[in-house]
């Protein structure tokens, strides 16, 4: 009696005997180890690449032969012929076993492979999308067992790949004749399969063997930018990304005031829906044309975005989100078709995916935040802060999160700022402030040189120097309090009392002037005290939601800080902790997680289980609502002062001595008048 | 020790002991009683009402006390002065059990009540639809408890009906909140249970307890007639019944050249897919109109209809159907929206059913029969007739049930023949020819008169006497042949031979004059050569049908004919059997189903259980093709005599005899050419 050839498997380790003859690819399937194919074995789709290994292998206690592994055949040969196989691998589905076999599965062989996320983390994301391709040979109809196309591809699915439950669409259905006919009962499908039932929806259908690879988009829709990733839903690689504005803001910039729009105009919430939706056809067939895919080709959409844009996007009236006590319609995970949400450039039967909302006030994106930078998993304590118009906070370790909203406003985006814009071309995004000569120098976006560098002028021709973004702003009001221009109240001094021409009077208060390009028919780039007052108002309202957080958690500290959002990865920490933006905390313990909303919608694209995974996570989230709270007043009045009234900010005052002024106590006009009139 | 009072339920015999103070309702519940409730025992939907019996009860050896039950209280004093309680009625969830008591639960207050389908057979429906009305109590938004309005609704249906799995369209989601918050947070919900993964759909919400009836929509789907009945989906009545033409008669007049319209045409069979829809839509106006409800409370509607008018009306190109192996894009039964198959006119949400087909050629139609009939559950064996512009045949019994298509034509309607007209007022449909003088007397469509009684003039003035409809030709023809008119071979004899002028020579061939209205401005009905030949080729293509499936079986008689379809409840059986329509049975075993499809479909739309149970039986059912069977030829051939060439028809031969004629011999033109030529 000889015992059965002995197959292991690398990097996996996993082993077992099977009789002289069976398939690499057949051990592989009995042995669960992850072994990529798409056509089932059937040597067309080369998916199942193995290398085999051979010579001694004292640390498995094998011997392989050279002639382990039954020699190339046909099949081989012609794909070797054709398309040319890599030196020392096999197709898994040809090569058989003949002896004792070291197998090593390559990543790209592998289903499941990883995704490497971003460097800074390095995080993964682990491929198992929602939707996947598999090749079918469907029997022919018989007019003896006249059964249809779709129950006969349906049995050939659960035969072939052992998947019950699968619907088709009618607009699939459509479809379903004429390509089973074209490619000869032989046929590529793409399955959605859903997370909670296991059931599967057939979403296209191609003849014969296609591995022409299909999309899925993570969609970032905020108030103000529309923000999406085309990614391969088998390499889970990003082909192409886009961004378009959200054409809603014709209705109102922020977010009440679309609500408000709604409630005021009847059926404006189905104009914002219309617009919203028309942005998101047009924002799909950039992305497609920008990655030259066919936009058919695109299966699946996620969606994260905050509740208010949640309701308009599909159709619902935000008007209760509102008013107290900010009922969303529905709080749950959404599975849906593009058909139904009326989106027409991607795939008629294209499956959305929308993440769940936490709160009234705290949407499907911070529910991405938290599925990307899982704070729930974390060893200490952490505070996220997503930074757009509105600020979602996440406060947790592994013990317990908490999760808030605070109406910061959009002046962190440069809206409703005096010399505010877009962070585009031209926009200042860093600026620095001398403490002696308290003259600035400034970059602007599209150039890496400092105003001061030699060749700015030139390298800025092009963009030209054309207002200050969210992170310049925030820079500017940071650097004006470390230059002494701005005393802690949020007051700019007069140019007698700062000793720079640069503050200029105007009205009854002072504006600082970084760039004046008047001469030269440019703009003229002041800070207002309007503009310190804005984001006074919105950087109290960021750091009283933390510290309302903090409260429920019964901290006075913070671990780490996470700034979340495309603006989070444009501001210093060192400013944002001089401004009293966010907790004070060791600078290196502020980190930038990106666009973690962004990030966390592609994590829902690529694997099927982190959609369950945040569904369950929302529900063990604590949510503290801002609004209602009265402590949110007192913590917002004291974060007023420049960087706080009360707080101590100890590990700022290691790193930076603010200087103390107080340009109220010489009755500087109206702008700092409340705090002027309550010490009087 | 005491024990609990025994409560008996009567008709069920139910019984069970409960302590003092259960509700009767609860009781009932507990023990599986099918006692009705809708608002959950709130005391609102009297639903629930119950008539307790006193007195001695030897039968169940109780005695029940004049005290056994609660005495009213101030909701059903309430209930009785607003709306009146049946004298001896009690609301089962306001009176509790005291002492032993006997209760019987009335049938209007059953869920599962009985409808009398139809008086012929006492067959019944048992109601148990897949959309019903729930009335629940919604907890009202908390700000600490943030979750949306929808999974607070189903968190009440969960508590208050254990319903699980509740999904809602988005159409009715934009409905959630001003409804909840209209009705105070108590609110009716429509609910749709699938008959397969038993999840629910909300239909609709409407505010507070509503019990305003909703429908469901059965609608006999045919190449030229459209039926629908408008059901009340709580008592199973039907509230209104409508039909229009359907408007793909001007695409084609017959299924083929449908078919063909749709292969010659690009876009053609989406031309007839919104042709049919757009009535569909009309029917369902019209319908809602004649029953004076809104169409949106039509909450359902199921769909019985041949494969072609199947694939049309969801929106498949039928070309498969025109061409061998006559292959459906799908088989099984189909659960949509109304959104999905564009229908506009009833609820936006209302769910639609399609029964499946059994083939190519067999479709839903003849399941929906299948459904009505009962042919496997018949003791003797049946064959079931459905006569349309196809013919669709069943035969068998417990054992066995074999099911075909025959492509019999229109001539049955009326259509493709000379004098021939829909079944309309003023259409002939009764005739008779007396033997001796050959002198035909005949009856119209409006009027219970025959033409040679006295006042048919007047009665028939308001019609006229327009044509001759599909019963009235098959009853022409039987009767032809009976008087000797007609030989045996289908040749009208002239005026000489059969010695009636009424055989005028048309041509090289004669026509029968039944009636010649020129001189009165009307029209000239006769029976031409052409005419005969029609439902010659018509009956042949119908028996050879049967003959097959009576060869498949094995057998060379059947038990018991029954005649489906709206024309099936008009011809006379001595007629279709002198024609040789239908195997030879005793007359009183030839029976009328009247629209057993639609009837099929009410069943359907009545009863969640009948789904599951037809899809099952369709699985069962051996499908015979005619196109590729070459003895259908042969049988084709035999069958072209009136009533056969081969075939004995005994039991026929007991009741008529027929004339032995022969006008070929003498060389009577090319009519009977076929025959003379093969002769001769």
């Known amino acids: 009696m000889t015992t059965d050839p002995l197959v292991i498997f690398t990097p996996s380790g996993k082993r077992g005997r099977f009789p002289v003859g069976t398939p690499v690819l057949t051990a592989a399937r009995q042995l669960g180890v992850d072994l990529d194919s798409v056509c089932g074995g059937r040597g067309i789709c080369s998916k199942c690449q193995i290398t085999p290994s051979y010579g001694e292998f004292p640390k498995h206690g094998v011997h392989v032969a050279d002639d382990a592994l039954s020699e190339w055949n046909a099949v081989e040969e012609r794909y070797d012929r054709v398309r040319g196989l890599t030196k020392g691998r096999r197709l898994g589905c040809q090569a058989t076993v003949q002896s004792d076999i070291v197998i090593d599965v390559p990543a790209e062989s592998q289903v499941h492979r990883q995704?490497?996320?971003?460097?800074?983390?390095?995080?993964?994301?682990?491929?198992?999308?929602?939707?996947?391709?598999?090749?079918?040979?469907?029997?022919e109809p018989d007019m003896h067992e006249p059964s249809g196309d779709l129950e006969r591809l349906c049995k050939a699915l659960k035969d072939q790949w052992q998947i019950e439950g699968v619907a088709a669409p009618l607009?699939?259905?459509?479809?379903?004749?004429?390509?089973?006919?074209?490619?000869?009962?032989?046929?590529?499908?793409?399955?959605?399969?859903?997370?909670?039932?296991?059931?599967?929806?057939?979403v296209d259908?191609?003849?014969?063997?296609?591995?022409?690879?299909?999309?899925?988009?993570?969609?970032?829709?905020?108030?103000?930018?529309?923000?999406?990733?085309?990614?391969?839903?088998?390499?889970?690689?990003?082909?192409?990304?886009?961004?378009?504005?959200?054409?809603?803001?014709?209705?109102?910039?922020?977010?009440?005031?679309?609500?408000?729009?709604?409630?005021?105009?009847?059926g404006g919430d189905q104009e914002m829906t219309r617009a919203v939706r028309e942005a998101i056809d047009q924002l799909t067939k950039d992305i497609a044309l920008e990655a030259d895919i066919d936009p058919a080709r695109i299966l699946e959409a996620v969606f994260v975005c905050n509740p208010v844009m949640h309701h308009l996007l599909i159709g619902l009236d935000p008007v209760e989100l509102g008013q107290a006590p900010f009922a969303l319609a529905t709080s749950d995970a959404m599975s849906l078709t593009s058909t139904e949400l009326g989106l027409g450039a991607m795939n008629a039967a294209a499956q959305i995916y929308i993440l769940p909302c936490i709160a009234g006030h705290v949407g499907a994106d911070c529910a991405a935040v938290a599925l990307s930078e899982e704070p729930g998993k974390s060893e200490d304590l952490v505070l996220i802060v997503d930074v757009g118009t509105n600020a979602e906070l996440l406060l947790g370790n592994k013990t317990r999160v908490l999760a808030c909203s605070s109406p910061t406003g959009p002046a962190f985006e440069g809206a409703q700022i005096s010399s505010g814009q877009r962070a585009a071309p031209g926009a200042i995004e860093r600026i620095e402030i001398d403490p002696v000569t308290k003259e600035p120098r400034f970059r602007v976006i599209g150039s890496d040189l400092w105003s001061d560098d030699e060749g700015f002028a030139e390298a800025t021709?092009?963009?030209?120097?054309?207002?200050?973004?969210?992170?310049?702003?925030?820079?500017?009001?940071?650097?004006?309090?470390?230059?002494?221009?701005?005393?802690?109240?949020?007051?700019?001094?007069?140019?007698?009392?700062?000793?720079?021409?640069?503050?200029?009077?105007?009205?009854?208060?002072?504006?600082?002037?970084?760039?004046?390009?008047?001469?030269?028919?440019?703009?003229?780039?002041?800070?207002?005290?309007?503009?310190?007052r804005a984001i006074q108002l919105a950087k109290s309202a960021l750091y009283a939601g933390a510290r309302l957080l903090m409260d429920e958690m019964n901290v006075e500290t913070v671990d780490r800080v996470v700034l979340a959002g495309a603006f989070g990865a444009h501001i210093s920490a060192k400013h944002a902790m001089v401004l009293g933006m966010i907790p004070d905390v060791p600078l290196e313990k502020v980190q930038s997680a990106g666009n973690a909303a962004g990030t966390g919608a592609r994590i829902a694209l690529s694997n099927i289980g982190a959609r369950s995974d945040i569904e369950q996570i929302v529900h063990q989230i604590t949510k503290v609502e801002t609004a209602i709270e009265p402590k949110f007043q007192e913590h917002f009045v004291n974060a007023n002062a420049i960087p706080h009234a009360t707080d101590t900010f100890p590990n700022l005052s290691g790193i930076v001595t603010l200087p103390v002024v107080d340009y109220n106590q010489k009755n500087q006009g109206d702008g700092g008048g409340g705090r002027r009139r309550r010490r009087g």
């Not at 971003?118 to 040979?137: H, N, S, W």
């Not at 014969?208 to 905020?222: H, K, Q, S």
Request: aromatic letters at 6%.
């Open 115 to 139: 995704v490497v996320r971003k460097a800074a983390t390095q995080r993964d994301i682990v491929m198992d999308p929602a939707t996947k391709l598999y090749y079918v040979e469907v029997q």
């Open 171 to 202: 607009s699939v259905m459509r479809k379903l004749q004429p390509v089973l006919r074209k490619g000869g009962w032989k046929a590529t499908v793409a399955l959605h399969k859903d997370h909670h039932s296991k059931d599967h929806t057939l």
């Open 205 to 266: 259908i191609y003849p014969g063997f296609d591995e022409t690879p299909v999309y899925g988009l993570a969609i970032d829709l905020g108030s103000t930018t529309v923000a999406a990733h085309l990614c391969d839903l088998r390499t889970g690689l990003v082909a192409a990304s886009a961004g378009i504005m959200n054409p809603q803001i014709r209705f109102g910039e922020d977010l009440m005031s679309r609500v408000s729009y709604a409630m005021m105009n009847k």
């Open 461 to 532: 021709k092009g963009t030209g120097i054309s207002g200050i973004c969210g992170s310049g702003i925030i820079e500017a009001v940071a650097e004006m309090r470390m230059a002494g221009i701005l005393d802690a109240s949020g007051l700019i001094g007069s140019a007698e009392m700062t000793g720079t021409p640069r503050c200029e009077a105007r009205g009854r208060t002072h504006e600082y002037v970084i760039y004046d390009g008047i001469a030269n028919g440019g703009p003229r780039i002041t800070v207002t005290q309007g503009d310190i």
